[in-house]
C-alpha cells in the first residue's frame, strides 16, 4: 500500500505557506519596506509558483499548467519590482513602469491558458468570448478614466499606463466569466482574476489615492496572493 504524500498535498501546502508568509510580510510591511520584507514577499510568492510546480507534477505536464506557471513566473518578478519601488520612492516612476509592464505580462500568459482550456471545452465561443470580453474592458477602463477624480484619484504621468493595464486585467476577468459560465468548473480560475482585480483596484487607492492606512496593505496583499494561489491550484482542477 502506497503512503507517500502526494504532489496534490503539497501542492496546497505551498498555497497555504504563501498566504501565511504573505500575512507575515504585511505584519513588517505594515512598519517599513526594508530588505526584509522584499526577502519575505519573494518568499511568499516563490510559494505559489511551487504551488503550481507540483499542481503540474500531480496532472502532468500541459500546456494550460505551463502557462500559469509562466504567468506565476512574471507575477513574482512584478513583487519584486514593485517593493523595491517602495523602498526607493525617488524612482518610482521607473519601477513601476517594469513592474507593472512585468504584470502585463503574465496575464497575457494568463490569457494564453484560459484561451487554451476555451479551444479544448468551448470551442464554438471563442470569438464571442474574446470580443465581448474586450468590449467590456474598454468600457470600464473609460469609466474609470473618466470618473477617477471623482474617486480622488490622480494618475498623473502612469494615466495611459494605467488605462494600458485596467483594459489588460479587465479583460482578463471578464474573458474568465465567460467561459466559466459555460464551464461551471472554471469558475475557480475566474474567481482568482476576480481577487486579482479587486487587489489592483485596493493597490491603485494606494498608489494614486493617498490611502496610506496600514490596514489596506494586508487587503491589497492578501487579495493579491489569493488570487496567484487561486489560479496556481486550478491546474489541479482543470487538466485531466
Known amino acids: 500500500m502506497e503512503t507517500g504524500i502526494s504532489f496534490e498535498t503539497f501542492s496546497f501546502a505551498f498555497a497555504v505557506l504563501s498566504l501565511v508568509f504573505c500575512i507575515?510580510?504585511?505584519c513588517f510591511r505594515a512598519s517599513k519596506a526594508s530588505v526584509v520584507t522584499l526577502a519575505l514577499k519573494t518568499t511568499s510568492s516563490i510559494f505559489f509558483i511551487l504551488c503550481a510546480v507540483f499542481a503540474i507534477y500531480q496532472t502532468g505536464a500541459s500546456m494550460f499548467g505551463l502557462m500559469i506557471l509562466v504567468g506565476l513566473v512574471f507575477g513574482l518578478i512584478g513583487d519584486i519590482i514593485l517593493d523595491i519601488k517602495v523602498m526607493y520612492p525617488e524612482q518610482g516612476n521607473e519601477y513601476f513602469i517594469f513592474g507593472t509592464c512585468s504584470f502585463m505580462i503574465?496575464?497575457?500568459?494568463?490569457?494564453?491558458?484560459?484561451?487554451?482550456y476555451n479551444i479544448d471545452v468551448l470551442p464554438n465561443n471563442i470569438l464571442w468570448n474574446i470580443l465581448a470580453s474586450?468590449?467590456?474592458?474598454?468600457v470600464v477602463t473609460a469609466i474609470i478614466l473618466l470618473s477617477s477624480k471623482k474617486m480622488g484619484m490622480d494618475f498623473g504621468k502612469m494615466k495611459w499606463l494605467v488605462a494600458a493595464y485596467s483594459v489588460v486585467l479587465t479583460f482578463m476577468t471578464a474573458f474568465s466569466i465567460s467561459i466559466a459560465i459555460f464551464s461551471p468548473i472554471f469558475w475557480i480560475f475566474a474567481v482568482g482574476m476576480i481577487v486579482f482585480l479587486l487587489s489592483d483596484l485596493v493597490l491603485s487607492m494606494q498608489y494614486f489615492g493617498g490611502r496610506a492606512e496600514k490596514v489596506w496593505i494586508y487587503v491589497n496583499h492578501i487579495l493579491?496572493?489569493?488570487?496567484?494561489?487561486?489560479l496556481a491550484v486550478s491546474i489541479l482542477f482543470l487538466v485531466g
Not at 134 to 138: E, P, S, V, W
Request: net charge neutral; charged share 0%; aromatic share 26%.
Open 106 to 116: 503574465g496575464h497575457f500568459f494568463y490569457f494564453a491558458s484560459a484561451l487554451i
Open 134 to 138: 474586450l468590449g467590456a474592458a474598454i
Open 224 to 230: 493579491y496572493y489569493l488570487a496567484q494561489i487561486l
Open 24 to 26: 507575515i510580510f504585511c
